[in-house]
């Protein structure tokens, strides 16, 4: 009996250290924090009082991105469908959320994630790449945008737990 219970840890440890460098990225990830650095204190501090969001890395190349408000879900406003008929303030608060999918692609020697976006949230970056500098520190991954625009910002997540797809 101990010698199948070492036997079948040592598999899993093999298991664990035959994938590839860049699976540690696939998964559903919390957005846990998203900052934006001063330019001029050089200081870290949260962007627009708190974001909240899921970003999505799957092994067969694809992913998906969704940032919102921090308490986006809480409101009082009632949304039946997006149309062109909503008031103007649900229209201005749904545009406070921002997604994209697409596929994605890694460089592994830069550290550098480039999305092409498949479909967007603004119609003006269908088919855009944008680069994001990446890392991990133990189980968060570390996400800065490599774009000018946008460089000043840092979002980390964290990796969620994998859920069970099939039950009998």
């Known amino acids: 009996m101990i010698a199948l219970i070492f036997t079948t840890l040592i598999f899993a440890c093999e298991q664990k250290n035959n ?9 559903m990830w919390k957005l846990h924090l998203m900052e934006i650095k001063s330019a ?16 999505l890395y799957n092994p067969s190349g694809y992913m998906s991105l969704h940032l919102a408000p921090k308490n ?3 409101t009082d406003l ?3 469908n997006f149309t062109d008929t909503m008031q103007l303030e649900q229209l201005k608060y749904i545009s406070q959320n921002y997604n ?4 994605y692609t890694i460089d ?16 003006n970056e269908w088919g855009e790449i944008s680069r994001r500098k990446f890392s991990f ?4 991954l570390v996400v800065k945008p490599v774009e000018e625009e946008n460089a000043r910002l840092r979002l980390k997540f964290t990796k969620m737990p994998t859920q069970t797809i099939a039950e009998n």
């Open 78 to 80: 009632k949304f039946k």
């Open 100 to 103: 994209y999918s697409g596929s």
């Open 72 to 74: 986006y879900a809480s």
């Open 19 to 27: 994938l590839s460098p860049e699976s540690k990225i696939w998964g």
């Open 137 to 140: 520190l133990e189980d968060t």
């Open 108 to 123: 592994l020697d830069s550290s550098i994630v480039s999305h092409t976006k498949l479909a967007h949230s603004n119609p």
């Open 40 to 55: 001029e204190t050089n200081q870290w501090s949260e962007w627009r009082q708190g974001m909240t969001g899921y970003l």
